[in-house]
Nanobody
């Protein structure tokens, strides 16, 4: 069973920074894309950033230039460095990974439990 465990959320003032981490554990053959999504109260869950195994990244327009996604394949971990945080960034942030359990199986999507990020004005 694959588990994704996030850490690093919290409360920060506008203009501040936070770094989120998400580590994947459990039996697996390969991890393909990893990423971060967020969900504010009363809103749908939206993509924030996605990074491929080779390091190619895509970002939501609202976070470009402020957030940076990275990963350490040896540690099965993805990070999200969030700078110049705004109150509009307040949400529960979820880690996401496409995991191939064995060489012959298709990747399956796994989610973390979420970590709260709150930005005060």
């Amino acid at each position: 069973q694959v588990q994704l465990v996030e850490s690093g959320g919290g409360l920060v003032q506008a203009g501040g920074s936070l770094r989120l981490s998400c580590a994947a554990s459990g039996n697996k053959f390969n991890i393909n894309d990893m990423g971060w999504y967020r969900q504010a109260p009363g809103k749908q869950r939206d993509m924030v950033a996605i990074i491929t195994r080779t390091g190619s990244a895509n970002y939501a327009d609202s976070v470009k230039g402020r957030f940076t996604v990275s990963r350490d394949n040896a540690k099965n971990t993805v990070y999200l460095q969030m700078n110049s945080l705004e109150p509009e960034d307040t949400a529960v942030y979820y880690c996401n990974a496409a995991v191939q359990i064995t060489r012959s199986t298709l990747p399956r999507t796994y989610w973390g439990q979420g970590t709260q990020v709150a930005v005060s004005s």
